[in-house]
């Protein structure tokens, strides 16, 4: 399925056909254009927890006599039990969940691709001993190995990313061994090596390269299983912790007050379904574009 | 065959024995005590601390404590550190309902997801497609837990509907029918909001093998032959999503003892979820490690039966 | 083909049929409610045995299954359940040099007893060289009078000076002597004793623990160390040590006497006995139950049952809160004797036998406890056919099982209240809880150690603004230790009021001043500390976080932490390792707070975690508990309180109130007016007692299932 595609690269400028399917996907090009809106968001309320740039709302600013409003023109989508405005808070909890959705997922692709790479292209007992430490990995109920490393540790905003990182490698790593042992054996890696290349430079050359599409789709619908794994772990009283907001312990703060206040919960989770959704039809999209097969009718 | 099965199998051991080794240790490193009093009472004397270590080998090395608490676990005499009851009759006690909630939202997840997905792919790229693509995505896009308040507050609180826990309690019932739908009432929702991301996964996967194979020469041969596009869609293109779907009954082993927590605790399902998670925060060790072990093996030998599986569907692959 | 198209689209229909199905069954006929009662809680109860368990889901259904010898009435006052009556005594020892200076002392006594009836001594005997004295009320205050009368009687000529002084009065002081072992302490002692030549030194002796047991020597104590040594030379294998723990000058012995129900039966029909009383009190002590009730017994000396209905309590020494722990449920001993920790796991603490108005029915794991109703119980039977404990480990759920009426009554979440109390279908209860909140500053810091910063430190927070916001009201200011609703509080203490500029003032007064980043310093060192909580408490993190806020105003950094739990106990409050921790307290109704406030508990897992020490609190702390008499316990309690409170080891934050919710007229009481009389019944609706709304829950009957009153 992936053979013919080495060849595909060098023949029909695949990029430009990229570009064409990309763009004519309507559904694809909303995803991305709420992604970049979210990116924008994100960055600027970053720059604003840094200090570079001022605004009037603070995120934390508790005002008692506020508490528990329901959505209004003064606070768009409510406040919470502790007088803190909603939409505030999501704006700035904006940054942090899409920050641990793409940094947990830089940490899963940097291990699996390291792991599946050495795994696939040395093959033989290196491949074996890495396949079984997969295995293994995937023996332990993620759940109760989150709890663990978050109870020992504290359960601050860099740990929850990076358990969730190092949770989440192993689909990666098969991914690309996959890959790797397909490419190994193609003509051009074969022809490099029979040139007497250095592994290295075959691997980051010639390999990886051509590997890297199909582990790029499964990055961008790793960002939103994180951060609804982010979200579950608020739920449980086990993620990021206040008054860092995020949309997740948004929600888990809010649950308590479900009945009485439905805009706490509401809002937060349409986030984080909106979002998840712009990312899993972005890598749709871009899944689909890179297709070879499949849209030949 | 046989040889590659003897292998995996003792493959499969040395993991089993290395996961349960970690486990352990990662289960009695984490901070806290495992007494059944909590951590903050006094008024437990010093000598009753050290009968309870005792009692538990809680006062061995670690590597001891391994030993024992693995011989304990196979010869049925290990014991839950917080009620004294023995570990397995605690597990299968859980069972029944733990199993008919996965085997519901199993069925469920089978039921439509494939229909759904063979739809989708006869409307490929047409609006009907779309709009399940779309939708499928948005299922898988709900975080579970919010969904599972969704429900519960709009059957609960608006439709007035009661759906906590295995029945309606404190009901008087009219008959046995009354009481079994009232059942299958209180196993079907949380069952359907279990179910409903993979409902949508499932679709996906169909819908994705069957537009792979609709591409296929073999097929365009057929439709050019002039084969009516059902026989074409149910016999042609279905069957190169059956390989995968047997394949996927292995994976499904771990499933069927699994549970989820957050599911578990909103519905007030009795099931395993809640088990291990009380376990973990109660630090009870001779129940996690058990569970850890179960499914473990469970896992192990879940991508066993996967390979196997395959191979039988496949006659192309040969396991060696 | 046609098969297999069938399968595929078949299937969701029949799936979709049968979920249409179960819908239209559930919601279009619901099912009427039975007699029964349906409680819910997140938790589930892990051991229903009394003696055992930990967890207030246990105690719940305990208190419906077994019965105790006293218990609380609606009032909060101690009143009789199997035991009919009780009565007090104490006997206190005075050891003499001889005979003649005890029959002096005697005199002496006969002498002034007619003018001090307060005494209540009710009789004086002369035995060799001891006075015994019988009061009908225990304490120390009478034996101390009546020890310093004794202490005008000069020794006998010719008295060996102890420790190079003469004694200066004709008394012998006690000693008591602690002998660790490494085990069988109650052979160990047996053997000693026997072959002691110094054996008529030992007055009493009291086996402690397998490896522990003490002895309470008169005369020389440092013959019978000497002894003790050489005995443990000789049997090495021991591996003892022996020390002088306390010096007495007296022993005060108290008892109580119970006068058991003789028309009791436990569930299986067996008769209720003396021996039961016994048999539970056994099992406490006994070291392989490892009972967290233990250390209410350790001063019981022993317990004697003179007959089938009569358990007479002998202590070592006054311990008025010793009363309370009668409140225990009672184990019956003809279905656990002789039987193995492993067999109480399995076949008691999950399908137990008591003597109270409920019987254990089923138990489902993670799902619900039943009890069935017992008719035989000796108050009369309950109207309900079964009461069942529901487990609904989410609060909103329980609160949606409440609402559509499958769950009786909830405890109403803070910010519910105020919709609940104008529902026209609920009927609210509020009131005080015997607990309270508070941060606890770690005295050990230095940051903490002066007295006006932690006064200042009140001061600055804001307590009204966290009860009206927070506890959205449900709450009242705490001004102590005790809660306001306890008979032995005092109101008069003040809470110290909100003024930030006082608070200003005072740490400017202890050297604190506003540094360059805003934040006060002193010597260089900026007022910067971590204030730790633990999670799933929704309260004390936004506590936590307001706290915060009110600091920063007056020039203090707090950084709060959140830890789970079991870390949060553990690595921080059990090691002392902390700045300052948001916690409370559950108290119950005992004056008794030795643990938490005495000097001599700072130790690493103790409660006095804060490390508070005050000689004069120490003292009171120690008076309170030899006290019976309920006047006295009341001004040492309330002179307790304002020292502790003046002292601010704690941020003492508020009282919770505790909200209850029912349906309006879903339950009302019929109950007999008189515990054990059947012949008079009140009829009344569900009120609220100081006890809780939930007082009288044994009597409730549905309007629906009407009471019927069996003679």
Known sequence: MTAPRSSAVRVSKPGDRFKRRLFSNRIGMGAFAVLALLGIVAVLFYALRLGAVSFPTNPDATVLADKLLAPSAAHWLGTDHLGRDVFTRMLHGTYVSLAVGFIAVLVSMTIGIVVGAIAGYTGGWADNILMRVVDAILCFPTFFLILTVVAVLGPSLINVIVVIGLVGWTGTARLVRAEFLTLRESEYVRAARTLGQSHVKIIFRHILPNAMPPVFVAAVLGVPDAILTEAGLSFLGIGVQPPQATWGNIIADGKTYILDAWWLILFPGLAILVTALAFYLAGEALREAGQTKTERK | MIAFIIRRLLISFGLLFVVSLISFFIITLTPGSPYPWGDLNPRISQTTKDAYKKKFHLDEPLHRQYVLIMGDLFTGKLVSNKDERPVLPKIAERLPATLLLNLASILLVYGFGIPLGIYAASKLGRAPDTAITLAAFTFIALPGFWLAYLVVIGLVKYAEVPLLGLSTFGAAFSGPVQAVLDRVWHLAVPAVVMAVGGIAVQSRFIRATMAESLGEDYIRTARAKGLPDTLVLYKHALRNSVRPLVTGIGFLLPALLGGSVIIESIFAYPGMGRLGYEAVMERDYPILVTLNFVVAALVLAGNLLADVLYAAVDPRVRLQ | ?711
């Open chain 3, 1 to 711: 083909m046609g098969i297999l198209r069938g399968i595929i689209y078949g299937l969701p229909a029949l799936l979709a049929l049968v979920l249409a199905a179960s819908f239209a069954s559930v919601k279009l006929t619901p099912a009427p409610r039975k007699n029964e009662l349906i409680t819910a809680g997140i938790g589930e109860a892990k051991i229903l045995n009394p003696i055992q368990s930990t967890t207030g889901a246990d105690g719940e259904i305990q208190s419906q299954v077994f019965g105790s010898l006293l218990r609380y009435s609606e009032n909060l006052e101690i009143e009789g359940d199997h035991a009919k009556s009780w009565d007090l005594a104490q006997t206190t020892t005075f050891y003499f040099f001889s005979r003649q200076e005890a029959l002096a002392a005697k005199n002496l006594i006969d002498a002034d007893a007619a003018h001090h009836p307060e005494w209540k001594l009710a009789d004086a005997a002369v035995e060799e060289d001891r006075l015994t004295l019988r009061f009908t009320m225990p304490g120390t205050k009478a034996p101390r009078e009546i020890e310093e009368i004794f202490r005008k009687i000069p020794p006998p000529p010719g008295t060996p000076a102890v420790s190079g002084k003469r004694p200066p009065a004709a008394l012998q002081p006690l000693s008591v002597i602690r002998v660790t072992l490494k085990a069988a302490a109650r052979d160990a002692v047996h053997h000693f004793l026997k072959t002691s030549a110094c054996a008529a030194q030992v007055r009493r002796f009291w086996v402690d623990s397998s490896t522990a047991y003490e002895l309470s020597v008169t005369g020389q104590s440092a013959e019978i160390l000497k002894e003790l040594r050489l005995h443990h030379e000789a049997n090495a294998s021991l591996g003892a040590s022996a020390e002088v723990i306390d010096t007495l000058s007296r022993l005060d012995e108290p008892e109580i006497t119970f006068h058991l129900r003789d028309d009791i039966r436990w569930h299986d029909g067996e008769p209720f006995t003396a021996r039961d009383v016994e048999f539970t009190f056994r099992m406490i002590m006994d070291e392989t139950v490892a009972s967290p009730r233990r250390p209410d017994y350790e001063l019981v000396a022993k317990i004697e049952t003179p007959d089938a209905h009569t358990v007479r309590v002998m202590y070592r020494r006054p311990y008025s809160p010793a009363l309370t722990s009668w409140m225990i449920g009672l184990l019956p001993a003809h279905v656990l004797e002789g039987k193995a920790s492993a067999w109480w796991a399995e076949h008691f603490n999950r399908a137990p036998v008591g003597t109270g108005p409920f019987r254990f029915k089923e138990w489902k794991t993670n799902e619900h406890i039943a009890l069935e109703r017992n008719p035989d119980y000796f108050a009369g039977r309950s109207h309900l056919d079964t009461i069942v404990v529901r487990v609904i480990p989410d609060p909103v759920a329980i609160r949606l099982a409440f609402e559509t009426g499958q769950v009786d009554f909830w405890g109403v979440s803070q910010h519910a209240v105020g919709t609940f109390e104008k529902d026209p279908r609920f009927s609210i209860f509020a009131s005080p809880s015997p607990a309270y909140e508070y941060i606890g500053w770690n005295l050990r810091r230095p940051l903490f150690q002066d007295v006006k910063v932690r006064r200042a430190l009140a001061h600055a927070v804001d307590v009204d603004s966290i009860i009206r916001f927070v506890l959205y009201g449900h709450g009242e200011i705490s001004n102590g230790i005790f809660p306001p609703q306890m008979w032995f509080a005092d109101a008069s203490v003040r809470p110290y009021e909100f003024n930030p500029d006082k608070a200003k003032a005072l740490l400017a007064e202890a050297g604190w001043v506003p540094g360059a980043d805003g934040v006060l310093s002193k010597n260089g060192r900026r007022f910067s500390f971590d204030l730790i909580t633990n999670m799933a408490n929704d309260v004390r993190k936004d506590i936590a976080t307001l706290v915060q806020a009110d600091l920063k105003k007056i020039g203090i950094d707090v950084r709060v932490q959140i830890y789970e739990w079991t870390v949060f106990i553990s690595e921080h409050i059990n090691t002392c390792d902390f700045d300052a921790a948001a916690l409370g307290w559950s108290l119950g109704y005992d004056y008794d707070q030795y643990q938490i406030w005495h000097s001599t508990q700072t130790a690493p897992g103790r409660l006095n975690f804060v490390g508070y020490e005050n000689p004069e609190a120490d003292r009171l702390l120690e008076d309170i508990r030899t006290c019976y008499d309920t006047a006295e316990i009341a001004g040492t309690a309330g002179r307790l309180q304002r020292i502790i409170y003046e002292d601010q080891p704690y941020l003492f934050l508020y009282v919770p109130k505790s909200v209850g919710a029912m349906w309006k007229d879903a339950y009302r009481v019929s109950r007999p007016a008189a515990t054990g009389d059947r012949r008079e019944w009140i009829d009344e609706p569900v009120r609220m007692t100081k006890a809780g709304f939930r007082y009288y829950q044994d009597w409730f009957y549905r309007p629906q299932y009407p009471p019927v009153l069996a003679p």
